[in-house]
């Protein structure tokens, strides 16, 4: 079955991550998906070499960009500008992040492409908007999200070094994001005929992925917790280490509901009449002491003994904490179709699937991420064939 995005033509002049993984969903999901490169092509093509000398495959390149195809244009000269132009024509949807001083300056922008074709949706990725003082800076996701958009401060621990970013993290929120509002773009277009511009920041996905210490600001002028693993408002919903060294994450997130259950599996049910912990409020008080008197209990038995201990409880919720290879040797993560198999002529690789499932429509990776211009005479060719048919001349 084609995807939900069949018969949909994306083109797609983005870089890095945040655009070109929206693009990467559409083209799941079965949308034509032409990615315009310049002839040196998306730089995130070259970023896997700090994986080591030896390594010839990219694995932040290929997975947001399967499923495309590539055409090689170099925007400064006239003739393929035009080219380009022409290519977007045959388009439903424009998507890019660049930067929009760069676009006007191409012709690029939604005032021009919109006055060419009052249909095309514009989904415009940006670091912080379309308005403001920084609205036409550069961005990466580690500024603009995580360090600026304030989630690297709300996970630090006061004192301590702010941790790293994880790659990508912000942009991949970015690319759902805008992978939903060119879904929703597309089905006002059904019902009104008019295409529109649609846009998302890095800067607000930011907001969006703390909106609840957001809103405690804003509602309440509260600042947000720094809560310790030693010292955390409800040491029921805290992570443990086990005597193997394995950590799990107790998820007792109603403590009174789940407190009964807990002093049974610890086997000290002369908790239950300790006026230390005999409410929510009494174990916030003395977290500390509760969070120490579990280590002890919890550095008894290896966390596979927790786990059955934990499991023979009815609706007593825990998660084990997995490390890449654990949640790669999971098996809900394959029952679960996080992973997917790709084709690169005789071999088979396996990454990340995009996060939605359609019992109709299912999605499907068609090809493997295309070589730099691969596709650059093909979707030429394709214009002068499209000209021949509609009595178009393409210049």
Known sequence: MPGPMNGVRVVELAAWVAGPSAGGILADWGADVIKIEPPTGDPLRAIYTELGPDVDYNPFFDPDNRGKRSVVLNLRDPEEAERA?????TADVFLTNM???????????????RARDPRLIYAFITGYGLSGPTAAAGAFDLGACWARGAIADLLSVPGQDIPLQRSGM??????????????????????????????????RVAGYQVSSDLNTKLLLDLDP?????????????????AADGKRFWLLGIESNRHWPALIRIVERQDLESDSR?????ARYENAGELVALLDDEFAKRPRSEWAARFDNEVNFFWSPVNDVTDLLADPQTQASGMLVDTEDGSVSRQMVASPVDFSRTPAAVRTRAPQLGEHTDEVLRELVDRATTTGVAVR
């Open 85 to 89: 132009l022409e290519i977007i024509a």
């Open 99 to 113: 930067r929009g001083a760069a676009l006007a300056r191409l012709g690029l922008d939604h005032e021009t492409l």
């Open 170 to 203: 912000g942009d991949h929120f970015a690319g759902v994001t805008a992978a939903g509002m060119i879904s929703a773009a597309l089905f006002d277009r059904e019902r009104s005929g008019e295409g529109q511009l649609v846009s998302t920041s890095l800067a």
């Open 225 to 241: 917790a720094h809560p310790v693993r030693t010292a955390p408002a409800n040491p029921l919903a805290n992570n443990y280490a």
């Open 277 to 281: 912990f005999s409410s929510i409020e």
